[in-house]
């Protein structure tokens, strides 16, 4: 923890970017360590919380920005690898403006703070959710993000290294939890996928064959 304080002191809020950045872009590097010494240098008076928190949430937005577009582009071959964003556009179309921002400030708040995360934004892009509103909603959400880390970091100060190992053991408690979670939604979002499609689909029918009736054909 102390290498990370002395690489914050003089590198600067930079490496929070940078840091945030990596991390939301799916890189294996947990950036809740670097946000929470960056707040407790602010109550140290070494750093601003302003700026601790600003630099966080700009590179978390950059990150998003940059997979929602990846989203947006390569929507078609999302769409094969997640099936289930079908009915996902089905309910969004439907639903009003209030209840879809609501509906994506939860999610993207969740995401910031779990691992694979990223698909959130990928989807986003491949929903064609509006862009603006996408960014907006989600600069709220990362503000969100390295605000709650910050402020344990500026309140807990003087526990700076019980506060990180006690985030780090959740966190190797959680991952797995998460990610067998999340593949079993994915399952079982892919099986209602194919029974609608299957209850959509048409009856087969036998066809008709010339000089013989419905009957006799079976």
């Not at 923890?1 to 991390?23: K, P, S, T, Y």
């Not at 708040?109 to 959130?120: C, S």
């Not at 996928?193 to 009856?203: S, V």
């Amino acid at each position: 923890m102390n290498q990370i304080i002395q690489f914050l002191i003089a590198h600067g809020g930079l490496v929070l970017f940078a840091i945030a950045f990596a991390e939301q872009s799916g890189l294996p590097f947990p950036g809740a360590p670097w946000i929470i010494a960056a707040g407790a240098l602010a109550a140290s008076g070494k750093f601003r919380l302003f700026t601790v928190v600003g630099w966080t949430a700009l590179g978390c937005i950059t990150a998003d920005s940059m997979l929602y577009f990846l989203g947006h582009r390569t929507k078609a071959r999302v769409f094969r690898i997640f099936p289930h964003l079908h009915s996902v556009q089905v309910k969004l179309e439907r639903a009003t403006l209030t209840r879809t921002v609501l509906h994506g400030t939860r999610v993207l708040t969740l995401a910031k703070f779990v691992p694979l995360a990223q698909i959130v934004s990928v989807h986003a892009g491949a929903l064609q959710v509006n862009r603006r509103r996408f960014l907006l909603v989600d600069a709220f959400c990362s503000v969100i993000y390295a605000t709650v880390y910050a402020a344990l970091g500026y309140a807990f100060h003087d526990q700076l290294e019980q506060l990180v190992a006690f985030l780090h053991k959740l966190g190797t408690v959680s991952v797995p939890l998460i990610v067998v979670l999340a593949s079993a939604y994915i399952v079982y979002a892919v099986r209602k996928h194919r029974q609608a499609q299957r209850q959509a689909d048409p009856a087969e029918k036998t066809p008709f064959l010339p000089g013989c009736s419905p009957k006799e054909q079976s």
